[in-house]
């Protein structure tokens, strides 16, 4: 079975500008979750898709935002980036239908705004 | 709200040493609690799990005991190798849902 796949791997961007983030989860997961992982704070969720619904949502702006299709590939896009906006953005499926299943993640996306 | 708390690093050791990195978390219920490590230009991989109070999680000589009276899932290994170099995060997630809270990670590096 494929492992989560996220393109691009590495991404420069300028600020204002914006970027859009793909992942791939493994066949048969439904819920995808992403993630920013920086120096500074540590990885901080940012929101949740399940079914193509946003099932949670973490503490970031309205600038970031995301979607998830039918066949379970979600995106996440941020908008009128900031140097802040500097990090690893990871991805993570999970099989719902299994209880108490884990997450498996991607190798991630690292994102340098410029 | 929930959070998780781990031992600040970097640790450093030398090989066949025994490891501990502590974990304490703040949460209502029963999360379910987990260990990941990352190496170096990797998304993150899951190392153990516990889903219920006294449960042992353990995989590749790494053990965690999912202690509710002390709200703690410290990692143990008996004999660390190099190879083990890693970032170690500790996480917790509260319900069936995806959202996981982690730790600040600690950095591990073993010496030959």
């Known amino acids: 079975k494929a492992g989560v796949t996220q393109t691009p791997r590495y991404l420069i961007k300028t600020r204002g500008q914006q970027v859009t983030l793909s992942c791939s989860p493994i066949?048969?997961?439904?819920?995808v979750s992403w993630y920013q992982q920086t120096p500074g704070q540590g990885l901080q969720f940012l929101f949740e898709?399940?079914?193509?619904?946003?099932?949670n949502k973490g503490n970031f702006p309205g600038r970031f935002s995301g979607r998830q299709f039918s066949n379970s590939r979600s995106e996440m896009n941020v908008s009128t980036l900031e140097l802040g906006d500097s990090a690893l953005y990871l991805c993570?499926?999970?099989?719902?239908?299994?209880?108490?299943?884990?997450?498996?993640f991607g190798q991630g996306t690292r994102l340098t705004v410029v | 709200g929930d959070s998780v708390t781990q031992m600040e690093g970097p640790v450093t050791l030398s090989e066949e040493a025994f490891l501990t990195i502590n974990c304490t978390y703040t949460?209502?219920?029963?999360?379910?609690l987990f260990w990941y490590v990352q190496y170096p230009g990797e998304g993150l991989q899951l190392l153990l799990k516990?889903?219920?109070?006294?449960d042992k999680g353990s995989n590749k000589g790494f053990e965690a005991t999912y202690r509710k009276e002390t709200t703690s899932f410290h990692l143990e290994k008996g004999s660390v190798q190099v190879s083990d170099s890693a970032v170690y995060f500790c996480?917790?997630?509260?319900?069936?849902?995806?959202?996981?809270?982690f730790g600040q990670g600690t950095e591990l590096s073993v010496k030959p």
């Open positions: 898709y399940f079914s193509e619904t946003q099932r």
């Open positions: 996480a917790l997630r509260q319900n069936q849902g995806g959202k996981l809270i």
């Open positions: 993570a499926s999970s099989d719902q239908t299994v209880l108490n299943t884990e997450a498996f």
């Open positions: 949460a209502t219920g029963y999360p379910s």
């Open positions: 516990a889903t219920k109070a006294d």
């Open positions: 066949s048969g997961h439904r819920s």
